[in-house]
């Protein structure tokens, strides 16, 4: 059985595990990530969480994921809000010299969106677009097994897309941008605008929407249309054979997915109207996609 | 020297040519394709074009370029409107039940963005999506010398991402749909809105605007703001090396592509804005790109 080192790292925690070519985590660990530390400190901590995997020795590579576009080459974070100080940092370079075995970085969408395209709900398929609705709006693109991260490691990066340019500009997107319409956080904005602080999250809205207020199914309608032209013009731009969707928001579906579904159709072309929509199968898509960095790029160099 | 046979398939005329792999046309022919005669009689004609080039029994392979998507697995047109009675018909295994040799197809817009990704003017580089803007707008996504042409052939199908839902629905698309915003037919459709029967084509507004027209000049910005738009959102989704412009609308540099381009680096993340556009460099992209096919494919496989 080969295995593999996964490495999640997030502004706030960070795990290793041990996982096998079929997915499986064999063994993880985790430790508040303490980011504000510093580099050097980070990776020592990651290197000693490692080495209290048993058989971490006999892995085939590792992988990490991290918040933010990485420059999958030259194995840095490019940007990074999450991890103040680490940009430009070669973090898989160092985690390689320690150990001497193959080591990738990505961001942790990519990742996730790895894991689902090889082991989970894309598993099989070409072409597997993974797009998270959830705080905000990112995706990722897999052809055959591999992460397709785009020159900058921008590739997904869906949160821009304008999806309707006579809105309100926010939080430094375009006017219209995806994210600040479709999100789970744009529809609790929303929601907060037409019933004040009774909505929490989207799922209230929903919820309300569930009940029969009409203007809270306006609301949910609206924002399906939004997001619909968001993946149509994914769709159109790649024609994958299965959009994977992970994040809460997608998953109330009665009320939302099937509206967002039809708004689709209606938007693509005829021929493409059965373009696959899964859930997210994964448990722990993060480290299990990670783990998976190094089977998809050692097996396709 | 490795030779290939490029069929550019067209509604008009039919062409065939022995290429080499620098993508050196070594001779070719050319004939009416006469689509309305029915399939048998088209196939037969390409046969006899091909077996009046010199030394064709050499060659490595034959590649095909049509109108319209193609289904790349069985080599069938799936949907076209310039050769009626075509749809469905599965052309490349014909031809290479006739020849014996490693037949491929793909539509015309995929085609001549390989030759380009390959052969001009995105030689050298992992991920290039060729964009063509002319009567239409049409894309292809080639990624390390391979056409990724999406689960339907509909991968690059731009035309119909929407730039701004609060236009006219038009021709079929969708409202505000790209093609109808800011291809050659389009800016030509609102040229004349504006200035009448005086404007024949897209460079009559543009010379318009150079000239210092001011309703012209708007024009050729609200234009440019559009296509940048579809422009952006390709970027977000695939993150390209580059993009390679064909179509004339293009190279109205000074006018036209400046504005463009300026729009498009506000509408992208900072990152992202040394994306490279090149205009097209290859005189004959289509029979060229064609005749590439199967080195991509037997390349790939």
Known sequence: MKTYIGVDLGGTNVRVALVDEHGTVLQDKKEASEVDKGVPYVIQKIIRLIESLDNYENAEGIGMGVPGPVDTVAGKIVVTNNLPGFAGEPLAQMIQDHFKKPTFMDNDVNVAGLGEATLGAGKGKSIVYYITVSTGIGGALMIDGKVIAGKHGHAGELCNIVVDRNREARNGLAAG????????????????????????????????????????????????????????????????????????????KEIFF??????????????????????????EPGIVGAAMLPLAYIKNK
Chains 1, 2 share one sequence.
């Open 177 to 252: 941008a995806l994210e600040n319409e479709a999100s789970g956080t744009a529809i609790t904005r929303k929601g907060k605008e037409l019933f004040g602080d009774s909505i929490e999250h989207a799922g209230d809205v929903f919820q309300l929407a569930a009940d029969g207020n009409e203007q809270a199914l306006e609301l949910v309608d609206s924002v399906a249309y939004d997001l619909a032209q968001g993946f149509a013009a994914t769709a159109l731009v790649i024609d994958p054979d299965i959009f994977v969707l992970g994040g809460g928001v997608m998953k109330s």
């Open 258 to 283: 099937n509206r967002f579904h039809n708004y689709f159709k209606e938007l693509v072309f005829p021929g493409m109207r059965d373009i696959e929509f899964a859930y997210a199968q994964l448990d």
